[in-house]
């Protein structure tokens, strides 16, 4: 599978613990997103990457949460001292610079914090 | 502030029908809009935007800039339709932060 990918699938963990997420893109993509899902909405764009510049961040986006790009392929998602209204599903998408809002999402971590 | 709107959170027609998933926005620049689709176990993909003017799966997709409205439209539904469609907007001069509805859920019954 050549699409966007993102580990893990499903992650459970108690209040207060932090949580990692990585996103590898499609390959030849330089812009990376992250975006954020909870139940009977539609995804919330949290940041953005291009190659591994932070471009964009949404006010949504508070200090726990930190973003990286390190090398301009993979990227990871932070949540510090996670709450319980963290918990949703956390979507990754790439695109190439040829076609705008053009993007490739991947499957998604569904995060719970109990 | 940029919002974008679905009022309907369930469609549900028959097989052969037509459908019609409204859509309306907010936004005060020149925005450009998407129809995102979520079938069922698989990844939000791209439908359609406004700009290609295209039919995608016999969909197609109208801006009406004077009633701020991307309605997504097909003559005759197939089951297949069934999925989860999302609206979206972004300002024509950024990188790519889309602007989602909250999705409405098309189900198409034979």
């Known amino acids: 599978d050549t699409g966007v990918s993102q580990d893990p699938r499903h992650k459970i963990t108690k209040r207060g613990q932090n949580v990692t997420f990585r996103c590898d893109p499609i390959s030849e993509h330089n812009r990376l997103y992250w975006y954020r899902q909870t139940l009977g909405q539609g995804p919330e764009f949290l940041t953005y990457f291009q190659n591994e510049a932070q471009l964009e961040k949404s006010r949504l986006l508070s200090d726990r949460f930190s973003a990286e790009r390190p090398k301009g392929s993979f990227s990871t998602l932070e949540i510090q001292r996670t709450e319980q209204g963290d918990s949703a599903m956390y979507l990754c998408?790439?695109?190439?610079?040829?076609?705008?809002?053009?993007?490739?999402f991947g499957s998604g971590t569904q995060l719970s914090v109990l | 502030a940029q919002r974008v709107t679905q009022p309907e959170k369930l469609l549900s027609v028959f097989k052969g029908a037509p459908v019609e998933l409204k859509c309306n926005y907010s936004y005060s620049g020149s925005p450009e809009l998407f129809w995102y689709v979520q079938y069922s176990r698989q990844r939000l993909q791209l439908l359609l935007r406004h700009i290609s003017r295209e039919s995608i799966k016999g969909f197609t997709a109208d801006l009406n800039k004077g009633e701020t409205s991307f309605h997504l439209k097909k003559p005759f539904a197939q089951e297949e339709d069934s999925a989860m469609y999302y609206c979206a907007l972004s300002d024509s001069g950024s990188q790519g932060n889309l602007i989602f509805g909250k999705g409405t859920k098309l189900s198409v019954k034979p």
């Open positions: 998408a790439s695109s190439g610079t040829g076609v705008s809002g053009k993007l490739f």
